[in-house]
């Protein structure tokens, strides 16, 4: 098997394991393109991304740009068989896409063709679906339309969040990308259309964020789930944001009003359209994460109070 010159782009920590499993491969990596650092945190301190990092860790040249066509004319001049897209943030257009020998190859955190876009996982989890995966496809203009190489599937569950369902997935996937990449340059990769239903996954906002009472418990915990880490799901005390960190459904307490806050027994319960959700951790506006037990110390003894 010839070994191949590789680009790798990626920005997050989902892209690190692929830099990582490639750069042990026997493939060389010529260059790293990744965004430019942003401002992290509340002190807002300029933070090179992930993969960012882990190139320098590496020893492996990196281009930093928000838009391929900024580093166009640096990129463009190299000997280049294959590029790698892990999650960089910005689209590939002509001429850089054909500019690889065999042209680009992108990892997916999904079953193609459901949710293509930029939150495949997180709207995965948000619908309900049994199960999720990763998908390696020859990158093309359309938005995730290529033929796929190989894929993988893995359950949801009832109780995974997005975050830990793509820590899983960024790692397996690693590792089928660098079956792909060895297959090509083998000449044994083969290439699969894409069938079925096309949805899409577009980027989460603060309303995708807001849980929504008047929906079943199911639907209201996999809103939650589907949202953490990120942008991380929350709720309106009064006119201040509570976020809600951790909760279960309370399959075995008596229905409330939607929306309607009651403690039982230690337990603090907020009603659906169904069965109640019971709070395990919050983070009230301004205030560190807590158990929701010692959040419910502080509200009205003599009514019930109610989330909006």
Do not use: C
Request: aromatic content about 4%; cysteine-free.
């Amino acid at each position: 098997m010839p070994a191949l010159r590789l680009v790798v782009a990626g920005s997050p920590a989902a892209a690190v394991p692929t830099l990582t499993t490639l750069s042990a491969s026997e493939h060389e990596i010529v260059r790293v393109i990744t965004r430019p650092p942003t401002p992290q945190g509340r002190k807002r301190v300029l933070t090179p991304t992930p993969v960012a990092l882990e190139a320098e860790r590496l020893g492996l040249p990196v281009l930093e740009a928000t838009r391929l066509v900024q580093i166009e004319g640096e990129l463009l001049p190299l000997a280049v068989d294959l590029g790698v897209i892990v999650a960089y943030g910005a689209l590939v257009r002509e001429p850089l896409l054909s500019w690889p020998r065999l042209g680009w190859i992108n990892l997916h955190f999904s079953l193609l063709p459901r949710w293509r876009g930029a939150a495949p996982v997180q709207h995965a989890v948000i619908a309900g679906d049994a199960q999720t995966g990763a998908t390696v496809f020859q990158l093309t203009e359309g938005l995730d339309e290529g033929d796929w190489y190989a894929r993988l599937t893995t359950p949801i569950g009832a109780q995974r969040t997005a975050g830990s369902l793509l820590d899983e997935l960024s790692t397996t996937g690693a590792a089928l990308v660098r079956q792909v990449v060895d297959d090509l340059a083998a000449g044994t990769a083969v290439a699969h259309p894409q069938e079925g239903i096309v949805t899409l996954a577009p980027k989460l906002g603060r309303d995708d964020a807001a849980l929504r009472w008047d929906e079943p418990a199911e639907a209201v915990h996999a809103r939650l789930r589907g949202v953490t880490p990120e942008p991380g799901a929350f709720t309106l005390w009064g006119d201040q944001a509570i976020k809600v960190l951790e909760a279960a459904i309370a399959r075995d307490a008596a229905a409330l009003p939607a929306g309607t806050v009651r403690r039982e027994g230690g337990r603090v319960l907020v009603g659906t359209a169904t069965v109640p959700l019971e709070l395990l951790r919050v983070q009230p506006a301004g205030k560190q994460a807590m158990s929701a037990a010692d959040w419910a110390r502080g509200l009205p003894s003599d009514r019930d109070p109610v989330f909006s």
